[in-house]
């Protein structure tokens, strides 16, 4: 790996990094993730709270053609992972996604970026 690349448990920031400003949906899933942590939602419950489409939910989530590219979905980068319940996925934020938001939310307290 280039050594000009920083990671944080191997994921590349610049490859999240550039997933969240890609995307408000994907931001705002995740955060609403995280406040309900470490709970799970389902896709309509998090369009309900979040009020975003269905099926951007999904999108942002999972991938979805062009528009959600699955390599840079919230489960694509690690950051969402999906548990299966009686045939029902639902979705709840990784430890790292918990751990990554928390120390972005550092990061920006105090005004390194």
Known sequence: MDSGI???K????????RSLKKSRVRKDIMMYLY????NSSYPSDISRHTKID???????L????HRY????S????????TIDFDGT???????????????????????VL
């Open 54 to 60: 269905p099926t951007n939910v999904l999108g942002g």
């Open 89 to 111: 996925a639902y979705y709840k934020l990784s430890d790292t996604g918990k751990r990554w938001i928390e120390t972005m939310e550092l990061i920006k307290k105090d005004d």
């Open 69 to 72: 590219d699955k390599a840079n």
């Open 62 to 65: 999972r991938g979805m053609g």
């Open 6 to 8: 920083s990671t944080f």
């Open 74 to 81: 919230l489960i694509g980068v690690e950051l969402v992972e």
């Open 35 to 38: 406040k309900i942590y470490p």
């Open 10 to 17: 191997d994921i590349q920031h610049p490859h999240i990094l």
